[in-house]
C-alpha cells in the first residue's frame, strides 16, 4: 500500500464539508484553507455552492481535475458510497473521520467490511474510520478536525507521533510546542480498517526527515511486523516511544470497548519493548520527556553521570532515582578533581552528586565551569545539571552552558526547576541541551535512553551466526508430531516429549520405557546407580497427585515392586487410564537448580518463551520472564539474568553456579522448535528443567507438548 | 524549647545586615522592610549608621528596646560571640544563617558545638546555622536570604514546609504559588545545631492554622520522636508529606557530606511511613501533587473511583495506574446506568473508566453532568475527571464542575491536559477540586492519599488492649539475660535462647539437653516419635556447615549413634569446641512453613522486627518485610501481608493456610521482648520459625540471640 498519496497529495477533496467552521465537518477545510496547503482544495457537498468563497461541488465526480486525497466527514452509512466515488474518480487515499463503525458494534461492524472491500477494490490508502484524521506538517496536510489545531499551526520539527487515540493525540499536539517538540507527522489511526499503526510506523520510519517516533498503542494488530519494525526503528537510531495502555484488568476492558480490538497481554508487549529497545513511557510528561531528550543531538555514551547540582538536594535525588535505573554514579578521576579544586569554593566536596553551594549564587559561572572540566574525565559518560532560581544570572548560565554543550561530544542534560522563561531553557533546548521541569524527570529519561544505548549496542553487535541453529534433526521431530497427528491426539506423552526435545538436541535422563517388571529391573540395572520411575500415560497430566511417581529406588527388588504399585495405583486413579508403560530414568540429584521453561503461543506475537525458577515459592511470586521467539543467546542470557531469583542460580550461599550457558541454549533452542512448528505446537512446557553446575548442562526432568 | 519567639517576634534584630541588598546579609533586611513585617527592625553593623532610612546599631547592646529574634549572618568565627550577646540582652530565638560550621569538618565542629552550649545556657531556641532560615507568612517573618522571595512576597495558606535543605527549599518556595500552594512556614534546618526537623514538625503540627505538612528528610536524628510526632499528624488529620533523600548509595554518600549526619537504612524509614501514613514523595512533581490533594477539603472515601474522561485513552492511562496502586474501578449500579443512559451519546459505554467521547466538544457539560449522576452512586467514593482541550468551552465548564462538587461530600479529582489558563483552573481549586496537569500525577496522588486514610482509620481503631501483653515471666527473661552477662558472653546459647523465648510465651520444640547417650536415648523416649538432635555450643554458630545436626531419628539406637557422632563431629570440627550437649528435639514436620523472624537495633529507630520467608530462595529475592517495635496484633497482620510471596502462607496449591495470627502474634512478642530489653538484646533471629496449618501454632525451630 503506498502512503504517499495519503501525506503529499497535489490536491484534497473534503467530502460532506460544512460551511459551520466550528462543526466537525467545517474544521478540516477551514484548517487546510487557514494554514496555507498549497494544492487545490475541493469541498463536496450537495447543500452548498461555495464556502467562504471557495467553490463548492455537489458530487466528487464534478471535480474538474484530479483528486489525490479524500477526506471524509459523512454520516457512517454514506461512507462506503462515498469511498467507492472514489475510487472511481482515481483518489488514491482517504481520511475517514467519521465514526459508527466496529466501534459501535452491530450495522457498523457490516459497514466497515464493505469500506475495506471498497478500499481493497481500488487499492484506496485509508486512514480511520473513527479517527481524528493525520496531518503532515511540511505541506500542511491538515486532514484532521483536531482541537490541537487550534492554537495556531504546531511546530514542525523531526517527530513522528502516531496514535490508536482521538482525542489525548489532539491534546498532546496542543501541549506540543510549550514543551519544546515539534511534529513532522502527527496521525491518529482509528479502527484501521486498512492502515494498521505498524503500516504508518514503517513508512515514518524510512522518511529520512524523522528522527523519533512516539506512539499512544492499545493493541498492535499485527504482532510480528510490529516487532519488525520497532527492530527497524533500533537499528536506524530512531527512538520509537510508545505509551502501551490496557496494562490493568480495568483498563484493557476499556480499551477493548475503546477502538474494538483485543488488547494482548501486558508482559508479552513489554518483552517485545525491551527486546527491541522500545521506550515506554508511562505517562504523558513521560512521553514528552523521552522525545525531548530522543531529539537531542546527542545519545548518551554509557550509564556514568557526574551530577552537577546548584542544589545539594536535588543532587541526591537524582542519585537516588537514577540508581535504582541503572545509571551509574562513580568517583571523578584525580586529574578532574584537582583542577576542580582551583575553581571550586573550598569547601566544596567533589563528590558524585557534586554541590557547586551557595557560592553558586554569585558567581553562576561555577556550574558551566564545573561542567566544562568534568567533561573531559574519561570516567565520565554524562553530565547531569541541576539549576533553580538565581535572580538575574539565567540568561548568562544558558548561554555558558550551551557553549560548554558544543565543545563536547558528551551529552548534557539540564534540570532546571522552576523553569525559567521560555526563551531562555528553549534556547539550551536549541543548542543540543535537553532540559527537564524537575529532576527526577530528567534523569528518569536519561536512564532509560542509556538503556535504549545499550540495547541497540547489544543488536548491532549481533552476528547472524549467534544464533544457535538447530541440529538437524527435524525429520525426527517431524515423525513423532505427525504420528500424534496421525492418531488425532492433541498432546504428547511424556516419553514422546522427551524423544523430541533429545532429537532437537537437548539433554534427557538415561532410561526408558519398561512394559513389564522385569524390562523396568534391565532397564535400572543398565542406568546403574538410583533410578526414579512414573507411569507414563497420556491419560494422566499430574502424576504426583495421582501417586504414581517412585524416586530413588537403588534396588532391582525395589524397581521391579515400585512397577507393580505403579500400575496398580494407575487402575486404582482411573480404571480407565491407558498405560504405555512405566518410565525408568536415572535420578538427577546433587546440586541441581530446578526450573521452568516453555513456550506459548501468543494470539500477537506467535510463540513466545517463558523461563522461572521452579517450585511452588517462585509460583507464588510470579518470577518468570517472558521473551518472543526466536532469541539470540545474548538475549536469552539476558531473559535469565531478568528474573528476580537470579541470584540463586550464580554461586551463592557456598554453591557453585548453575550451567546458564547451557540453559541459554536450551532457551533458544525451545524457541526456535517453537517458530519452526508454529502450526503445530501450541504449548511446551519443560517442568522442572535441572540445571547442573556451571559445564555440567542441563537435564530434561519433565516434559510436557500440547499440540493445536 | 519555645519555639514562640521564633515565629511571633515583636522585634528582630539582623545581626551582620549589610546595605548590599544582593548579598546573602543584606537580604533578610530587605525582606522584613518590604514585605511589611510590622515589628521593630533593628539592623546591627558597627560599618552602618543607617541602612536604606533605617538607623543601624553597632551592638545588639546598643537597641533600645527588647529584641525577641535575631537574625545572624555574620562570619562563623563570629557567631558563638553574637549568639551570646543575644543571650545577655534575653533574645530568645535565633536565626543563624552563617555557614562554615560541622558541615566544613575541624574547627567548624567546634564551633557548633560552642553554639550549643550558649543557646543551651540562656535557653535560646536556634534555626541553623548553615540554612537559610524561615519564613512565617502569616506577619511577614522573614529571617531567609531565599531566593524564592525575589518573586514577590508568596500565597499565604494553610501547609507548612520544613527542610534539611537549602537551595532546593528556596525553588519549591518559588514555584509554590503557580501550583496553587501556599504555605503558612517555610524553615529551613540547617546543622539542627539546637532545633532539629522533629523539634519543628512538633510545632506545626500544634498551629490549628497548618492544615499538611511538606518536607524535605535526610535524617530524622531522633528518630522515635520523629515517629510519634507521624503519629500525632496521622491522628490529628495533617497529612504529613515527605520527600526523603538518600536511598542510594551514591545519594547517601552525598547526604552525609551534605549535613553532616549519617543516615539510617531507607527501608526503615519506609517502615516507618507505611506505619505512621507519612505520604512519601519520590519527586518533586509528587511533593506537590499530594499537597494540592492534601489541602483540599475532602478525602478520598475509599479505594472505588469512577473515572469520567472526555478521552478514552487518558481514561485507560489512569486506571493503568490506579489499579497498580491499589484503587478499585468498579462497575456502576444498573440505576445509575439507567440515569446515564438519559444524558450520554447512545453509543458511549457505560464503563469504567467512562469515555464521555467526542460529544463533549459539542456539549461539554457532558463531564459535569454525568459526574453528578455518578456521585450519587454508592458503589462510587470518588470521581476522578479527565478534560482537555475544548474551545471556549472552558470557564462553562470548570463552573459546572465547581457547582457539582460543592453539591457532593465526595472527592471529585480533576486532571486537565494541557492545563487552561490559571485563573480556570485555580477557580476549580478554590471550590475544593484538586486539578493535576497531567493524568498519570492526578491518579497517582489520589491511590496514596487512600492509602492514607486507609492507614488513619486503621489507626484511629486501634485499641490499647489490642497490643499483646507480655506474659508476666519477665524474671525469667531477666535471669536468662543476667547469666549471660555475668559470664561476660554477647551471645546465647540455643538452648537459652529458646528458654528465654518460651518465658517469653513462644512455643519450643518439646525435648532438653542431653549431656550422654543414655540422656539422648531418655528424651528421646519421652518424646515418642522421629526427633532431630544437634550440638549445644557457644562456639558453633553454623551447625549446618559443621555437621552437628542429625534429623529424622526413629529409634533409641539411631539416638544413641547420633549422641556420639556429634560429639565426634564437633570435637573434629574444632577441637576447642566448647559442648553444652546435645539438643534432643521432636521433629517438626507435615505441613509447616518455615519462615524468619528477627529484631535488629536501627540506629535512629531502636528496635526493628524483620519478617521474611525461610530458605535460600527468599534470600536471594531479598523478599522481607520491616517494621519499628512495638507493633500491634493489626500491624503484624499487615506486616506480613506486605512480603510479595504472601501468597505461600495463604491456602495454596493444595495447602491449608498457614497460622497467620499464631504468626502475627510472634512478631508482636518478639518486638515487645526486644523493645523492654533494649539496652541488652541487640539481635535476635527466630530461623526457622516454624508456621503450622491455621489453628495449630508456631513453633520455633531454631534461634539466636546477641547481646548488647
Same mark, same amino acid.
Given at each position: 500500500?503506498?502512503?504517499?498519496?495519503?501525506?503529499?497529495?497535489?490536491?484534497?477533496?473534503?467530502?460532506?464539508?460544512?460551511?459551520?467552521?466550528?462543526?466537525?465537518?467545517?474544521?478540516?477545510?477551514?484548517?487546510?484553507?487557514?494554514?496555507?496547503?498549497?494544492?487545490?482544495?475541493?469541498?463536496?457537498?450537495?447543500?452548498?455552492?461555495?464556502?467562504?468563497?471557495?467553490?463548492?461541488?455537489?458530487?466528487?465526480?464534478?471535480?474538474?481535475?484530479?483528486?489525490?486525497?479524500?477526506?471524509?466527514?459523512?454520516?457512517?452509512?454514506?461512507?462506503?458510497?462515498?469511498?467507492?466515488?472514489?475510487?472511481?474518480?482515481?483518489?488514491?487515499?482517504?481520511?475517514?473521520?467519521?465514526?459508527?463503525?466496529?466501534? $459501535?458494534?452491530?450495522?457498523?461492524?457490516?459497514?466497515?467490511?464493505?469500506?475495506?472491500?471498497?478500499?481493497?477494490?481500488?487499492?484506496?490508502? %485509508?486512514?480511520?474510520?473513527?479517527?481524528?484524521?493525520?496531518?503532515?506538517?511540511?505541506?500542511?496536510?491538515?486532514?484532521?478536525?483536531?482541537?490541537?489545531?487550534?492554537?495556531?499551526?504546531?511546530?514542525?520539527?523531526?517527530?513522528?507521533?502516531?496514535?490508536?487515540?482521538?482525542?489525548?493525540?489532539?491534546?498532546?499536539?496542543?501541549? =506540543?510546542?510549550?514543551?519544546? &517538540?515539534?511534529?513532522?507527522?502527527?496521525?491518529?489511526?482509528?479502527?484501521?480498517?486498512?492502515?494498521?499503526?505498524?503500516?504508518?510506523?514503517?513508512?515514518?520510519?524510512?522518511?529520512?526527515?524523522?528522527?523519533?517516533?512516539?506512539?499512544?498503542?492499545?493493541?498492535?494488530?499485527?504482532?510480528?511486523?510490529?516487532?519488525?519494525?520497532?527492530?527497524?526503528?533500533?537499528?536506524?537510531?530512531?527512538?520509537?516511544?510508545?505509551?502501551?495502555?490496557?496494562?490493568?484488568?480495568?483498563?484493557?476492558?476499556?480499551?477493548?470497548?475503546?477502538?474494538?480490538?483485543?488488547?494482548?497481554?501486558?508482559?508479552?508487549?513489554?518483552?517485545?519493548?525491551?527486546?527491541?529497545?522500545?521506550?515506554?513511557?508511562?505517562?504523558?510528561?513521560?512521553?514528552?520527556?523521552?522525545?525531548?531528550?530522543?531529539?537531542?543531538?546527542?545519545?548518551?555514551?554509557?550509564?556514568? $553521570?557526574?551530577?552537577?547540582?546548584?542544589?545539594?538536594?536535588?543532587?541526591?535525588?537524582?542519585?537516588? %532515582?537514577?540508581?535504582?535505573?541503572?545509571?551509574?554514579?562513580?568517583?571523578?578521576?584525580?586529574?578532574?578533581?584537582?583542577?576542580?579544586?582551583?575553581?571550586?569554593?573550598?569547601? =566544596?566536596?567533589?563528590?558524585?552528586?557534586?554541590?557547586?553551594? =551557595?557560592?553558586? %549564587?554569585?558567581?553562576?559561572?561555577?556550574?558551566?565551569?564545573?561542567?566544562?572540566?568534568?567533561?573531559?574525565?574519561?570516567?565520565?559518560?554524562?553530565? %547531569?545539571?541541576?539549576?533553580?532560581?538565581?535572580?538575574?544570572?539565567?540568561?548568562?548560565?544558558?548561554?555558558?552552558?550551551?557553549?560548554?554543550?558544543?565543545?563536547?561530544?558528551?551529552?548534557?542534560?539540564?534540570?532546571?526547576?522552576?523553569?525559567?522563561?521560555?526563551?531562555?531553557?528553549?534556547?539550551?533546548?536549541?543548542?543540543?541541551?535537553?532540559?527537564?521541569?524537575?529532576?527526577?524527570?530528567?534523569?528518569?529519561?536519561?536512564?532509560?535512553?542509556?538503556?535504549?544505548?545499550?540495547?541497540?549496542?547489544?543488536?548491532?553487535?549481533?552476528?547472524?551466526?549467534?544464533?544457535?541453529?538447530?541440529?538437524?534433526?527435524?525429520?525426527?521431530?517431524?515423525?513423532?508430531?505427525?504420528?500424534?497427528?496421525?492418531?488425532?491426539?492433541?498432546?504428547?506423552?511424556?516419553?514422546? =516429549?522427551?524423544?523430541?526435545?533429545?532429537?532437537?538436541?537437548?539433554?534427557?535422563?538415561?532410561? *526408558?520405557?519398561?512394559?513389564?517388571?522385569?524390562?523396568?529391573?534391565?532397564?535400572? *540395572?543398565?542406568?546403574?546407580?538410583?533410578?526414579?520411575?512414573?507411569?507414563?500415560?497420556?491419560?494422566? &497430566?499430574?502424576?504426583?497427585?495421582?501417586?504414581?511417581?517412585?524416586?530413588?529406588?537403588?534396588?532391582?527388588?525395589?524397581?521391579?515392586?515400585?512397577?507393580?504399585?505403579? $500400575?496398580?495405583?494407575?487402575?486404582?486413579?482411573?480404571?480407565?487410564?491407558?498405560?504405555?508403560? $512405566?518410565?525408568?530414568?536415572?535420578? /538427577?540429584?546433587?546440586?541441581?537448580?530446578?526450573? /521452568?521453561?516453555?513456550?506459548?503461543?501468543?494470539?500477537?506475537?506467535?510463540?513466545?518463551?517463558?523461563?522461572?525458577?521452579?517450585?511452588?515459592?517462585?509460583?507464588?511470586?510470579?518470577?518468570?520472564?517472558?521473551?518472543?521467539?526466536?532469541?539470540?543467546?545474548?538475549?536469552?542470557?539476558?531473559?535469565?539474568?531478568?528474573?528476580?531469583?537470579?541470584?540463586?542460580?550464580?554461586?551463592?550461599?557456598?554453591?557453585?553456579?548453575?550451567?546458564?550457558?547451557?540453559?541459554?541454549?536450551?532457551?533458544?533452542?525451545? *524457541?526456535?522448535?517453537?517458530?519452526?512448528?508454529?502450526?503445530?505446537?501450541?504449548?511446551?512446557?519443560?517442568?522442572?528443567?535441572?540445571?547442573?553446575?556451571?559445564?555440567?548442562?542441563? /537435564?530434561? *526432568?519433565?516434559?510436557?507438548?500440547?499440540?493445536?
Amino acid at each position: 500500500m503506498d502512503l504517499k498519496a495519503l501525506f503529499h497529495p497535489r490536491s484534497v477533496a473534503l467530502i460532506g464539508a460544512s460551511t459551520e467552521q466550528t462543526k466537525l465537518s467545517g474544521r478540516p477545510f477551514r484548517f487546510f484553507r487557514e494554514f496555507g496547503y498549497a494544492g487545490n482544495i475541493y469541498p463536496v457537498n450537495p447543500k452548498y455552492q461555495e464556502i467562504t468563497g471557495v467553490p463548492c461541488f455537489a458530487k466528487l465526480s464534478d471535480i474538474p481535475g484530479e483528486v489525490d486525497l479524500a477526506v471524509i466527514t459523512l454520516p457512517a452509512s454514506a461512507v462506503p458510497q462515498a469511498l467507492a466515488e472514489c475510487g472511481a474518480k482515481g483518489v488514491k487515499a482517504a481520511a475517514i473521520i467519521s465514526s459508527g463503525f466496529a466501534e $459501535v458494534g452491530g450495522e457498523g461492524v457490516r459497514l466497515q467490511e464493505e469500506l475495506k472491500r471498497v478500499a481493497s477494490e481500488y487499492g484506496i490508502a %485509508v486512514c480511520g474510520p473513527n479517527c481524528s484524521g493525520f496531518v503532515y506538517f511540511p505541506e500542511r496536510v491538515t486532514a484532521s478536525f483536531s482541537v490541537g489545531l487550534d492554537g495556531g499551526f504546531p511546530e514542525t520539527g523531526p517527530a513522528a507521533f502516531v496514535s490508536q487515540s482521538g482525542a489525548l493525540s489532539s491534546y498532546i499536539l496542543g501541549a =506540543a510546542r510549550e514543551r519544546g &517538540l515539534g511534529f513532522r507527522y502527527w496521525i491518529t489511526t482509528g479502527n484501521e480498517c486498512v492502515l494498521s499503526f505498524t503500516d504508518y510506523l514503517q513508512y515514518l520510519l524510512e522518511d529520512p526527515e524523522v528522527r523519533l517516533v512516539l506512539g499512544y498503542l492499545e493493541d498492535a494488530r499485527d504482532g510480528q511486523a510490529f516487532q519488525a519494525a520497532a527492530r527497524r526503528a533500533l537499528i536506524l537510531d530512531k527512538p520509537l516511544i510508545i505509551m502501551k495502555a490496557g496494562r490493568s484488568e480495568a483498563g484493557a476492558k476499556a480499551s477493548v470497548s475503546h477502538t474494538g480490538s483485543l488488547a494482548g497481554a501486558d508482559e508479552v508487549y513489554q518483552a517485545v519493548f525491551s527486546q527491541n529497545g522500545v521506550l515506554r513511557a508511562e505517562s504523558l510528561d513521560e512521553l514528552f520527556d523521552l522525545a525531548i531528550l530522543a531529539q537531542a543531538p546527542r545519545r548518551p555514551r554509557g550509564k556514568r $553521570v557526574q551530577v552537577v547540582s546548584i542544589s545539594g538536594a536535588a543532587g541526591i535525588l537524582m542519585a537516588d %532515582v537514577g540508581s535504582e535505573l541503572g545509571l551509574e554514579f562513580s568517583d571523578l578521576s584525580p586529574t578532574t578533581k584537582e583542577e576542580l579544586r582551583k575553581i571550586m569554593p573550598p569547601f =566544596a566536596s567533589l563528590t558524585n552528586p557534586m554541590d557547586v553551594t =551557595a557560592e553558586a %549564587v554569585a558567581r553562576p559561572a561555577l556550574l558551566s565551569q564545573a561542567a566544562e572540566v568534568i567533561l573531559k574525565d574519561p570516567n565520565v559518560d554524562n553530565v %547531569v545539571m541541576f539549576f533553580g532560581i538565581v535572580p538575574g544570572a539565567h540568561e548568562k548560565l544558558a548561554t555558558a552552558i550551551a557553549q560548554v554543550a558544543q565543545g563536547t561530544d558528551k551529552l548534557v542534560v539540564m534540570n532546571w526547576f522552576p523553569l525559567p522563561r521560555t526563551e531562555i531553557w528553549m534556547s539550551l533546548a536549541r543548542a543540543g541541551v535537553p532540559v527537564f521541569p524537575e529532576p527526577a524527570r530528567g534523569i528518569r529519561a536519561l536512564a532509560k535512553m542509556a538503556q535504549y544505548v545499550a540495547t541497540r549496542e547489544r543488536a548491532l553487535s549481533r552476528q547472524p551466526g549467534q544464533t544457535i541453529k538447530g541440529p538437524d534433526l527435524g525429520s525426527e521431530v517431524e515423525k513423532i508430531l505427525a504420528l500424534a497427528r496421525n492418531q488425532g491426539r492433541n498432546a504428547l506423552s511424556e516419553v514422546e =516429549a522427551k524423544c523430541l526435545l533429545k532429537a532437537w538436541g537437548l539433554a534427557v535422563p538415561r532410561g *526408558g520405557l519398561a512394559r513389564n517388571a522385569a524390562e523396568a529391573r534391565s532397564l535400572a *540395572g543398565g542406568i546403574g546407580g538410583p533410578v526414579a520411575m512414573k507411569a507414563s500415560s497420556p491419560d494422566l &497430566l499430574h502424576k504426583t497427585e495421582a501417586g504414581v511417581i517412585r524416586l530413588h529406588l537403588n534396588s532391582p527388588e525395589e524397581v521391579e515392586r515400585s512397577f507393580e504399585e505403579i $500400575v496398580e495405583q494407575a487402575k486404582k486413579w482411573n480404571s480407565e487410564t491407558r498405560l504405555d508403560g $512405566v518410565l525408568v530414568e536415572e535420578m /538427577i540429584g546433587g546440586e541441581t537448580r530446578e526450573v /521452568i521453561v516453555g513456550v506459548r503461543q501468543d494470539l500477537r506475537f506467535g510463540p513466545v518463551v517463558t523461563f522461572g525458577l521452579g517450585g511452588i515459592f517462585v509460583e507464588a511470586i510470579r518470577d518468570f520472564a517472558v521473551w518472543p521467539a526466536p532469541l539470540t543467546l545474548d538475549e536469552a542470557r539476558e531473559m535469565i539474568r531478568r528474573i528476580r531469583g537470579y541470584r540463586i542460580l550464580t554461586a551463592f550461599r557456598g554453591r557453585p553456579a548453575a550451567d546458564l550457558e547451557a540453559l541459554a541454549q536450551v532457551l533458544c533452542r525451545v *524457541g526456535q522448535l517453537a517458530c519452526q512448528w508454529q502450526e503445530r505446537i501450541a504449548e511446551l512446557e519443560i517442568n522442572p528443567l535441572f540445571v547442573l553446575p556451571a559445564g555440567s548442562g542441563v /537435564i530434561v *526432568g519433565d516434559a510436557l507438548v500440547a499440540l493445536q
